[in-house]
T-cell receptor, first 115, second 110 residues
Framework: DSGVTQTPKHLITATGQRVTLRCSPR?????VYWYQQSLDQGLQFLIQ???????AKGNILERFSAQQFPDLHSELNLSSLELGDSALYFC??????????????FGEGSWLTVV | GEDVEQSLFLSVREGDSSVINCTYT??????LYWYKQEPGAGLQLLTY?????DMKQDQRLTVLLNKKDKHLSLRIADTQTGDSAIYFC??????????FGKGTRLHILP
């Protein structure tokens, strides 16, 4: 158990809908990362937050957004869902950013199926 | 942009050593990682190496880093059936983004 909690574990929804994925980082970790894992694209970095502020941005679509709240949990919002958004979405956390933040720990992921 | 490449498949006989290779492009990488993903599970951190190190050993795992060639390898000694998984190489740049390769699926032959 990495200490990173993601909910829901599985989600099935229809095209055009909107979903919210939730992540609770390890206790004390300030940094939260979101990744999308699909068969053809591998593990794609979406976005990183550090202590409530956006820190780094990757291949995140405009239909997707994220935020990190004062209690450090994070949510990833996916809207106008398409079939191609079906994937495993991972959250990860690390103690701090910068040169000292040397490891990140992953949750077990949220399986999203868009039908 | 940053890119991490690794071969997609590797088959090794039980008891032999497995060597999984990775190349990356970001010369400003600060840390390099190896993660393991078992079926239906999340990514488990196996080991990491700081960019100013050449080698790191942890029990059956040996990580070698050639910074000049931007090449990272993971050697698993005495490979067991429980080592069957997907192994991801990742690098962390100075901008804090952590970029992963597509993963190498390690298959253990009896």
């Amino acid at each position: 158990d990495s200490g990173v909690t993601q909910t829901p574990k599985h989600l099935i929804t229809a095209t055009g809908q909107r979903v919210t994925l939730r992540c609770s980082p390890r206790s004390g970790d300030l940094s939260v990362y979101w990744y999308q894992q699909s068969l053809d694209q591998g593990l794609q970095f979406l976005i990183q937050y550090y202590n409530g502020e956006e820190r780094a941005k990757g291949n995140i679509l405009e239909r997707f957004s994220a935020q990190q709240f004062p209690d450090l949990h994070s949510e990833l919002n996916l809207s106008s869902l398409e079939l191609g958004d079906s994937a495993l979405y991972f959250c990860a956390s690390s103690p701090r950013t910068g040169a000292g933040g040397n490891t990140i720990y992953f949750g077990e992921g949220s399986w999203l199926t868009v039908v | 942009g940053e890119d991490v490449e690794q071969s997609l498949f590797l088959s090794v006989r039980e008891g032999d050593s497995s060597v999984i290779n990775c190349t990356y492009t970001d010369s400003s990488s600060t840390y390099l990682y190896w993660y393991k993903q078992e079926p239906g599970a999340g990514l488990q951190l196996l080991t990491y190496i700081f960019s100013n190190m050449d080698m790191k050993q942890d029990q059956r795992l040996t990580v070698l880093l050639n910074k000049k060639d931007k090449h990272l390898s993971l050697r698993i000694a005495d490979t067991q059936t429980g080592d069957s998984a997907i192994y991801f190489c990742a690098e962390k740049g100075r901008d804090d983004k952590i970029i992963f390769g597509k993963g190498t699926r390690l298959h253990i032959l009896p």
